[in-house]
C-alpha cells in the first residue's frame, strides 16, 4: 500500500496561486505515476493533472495552462502549482498514486480543500 500525505491548499483570492504538494511512502515500487484529482461540491472527482514514471502528463480540459505538475522523484513528492485561480477552482483536491498493476488498485489522500473565493 501506499501513503500519501498532502499539503497546501487553504483559502486564496480570485488570480492567486497555490501549491500542492503530496509525498509518498510505503510501496514505492508499485507506483506507474503521481497526479491530483479533485471534486468540487455536489460534481464527480474529475482528473486535474497526472505525471507516470516517464514523465507523461495529461492535464484536464478545463486547467488551460494555468496549473503544473512537476515531482522530485528521489523525494517521492509530486507537486502542483496553481496559478490564477479562479472561484470554480474551489474543491477537494486528491493526490493520486497510479498502480502499476491496475487503476482499480490505485491508493488515495485523504484530500485537501481548495477554496478561492473573494
Known amino acids: 500500500q501506499v501513503r500519501l500525505a498532502e499539503s497546501g491548499g487553504g483559502l486564496a483570492q480570485p488570480g492567486e496561486s497555490l501549491r500542492l504538494t503530496c509525498k509518498a511512502s510505503?510501496?514505492?515500487?508499485?507506483?506507474?505515476?503521481m497526479g491530483w484529482y479533485r471534486q468540487p461540491p455536489e460534481k464527480e472527482r474529475e482528473l486535474v493533472a497526472e505525471?507516470?514514471?516517464?514523465?507523461?502528463?495529461k492535464y484536464g480540459e478545463f486547467v488551460k495552462g494555468r496549473f503544473t505538475i512537476s515531482k522530485d522523484d528521489p523525494m517521492n513528492t509530486v507537486y502542483l502549482d496553481m496559478n490564477d485561480l479562479k472561484p470554480e477552482d474551489t474543491a477537494v483536491y486528491l493526490c493520486n498514486a497510479a498502480n502499476r498493476w491496475g487503476r482499480d488498485n490505485d491508493d488515495w489522500g485523504q484530500g485537501i480543500q481548495v477554496t478561492v473565493s473573494s
Open positions: 510505503g510501496s514505492i515500487f508499485s507506483i506507474a505515476g
Open positions: 505525471m507516470d514514471n516517464d514523465g507523461i502528463i
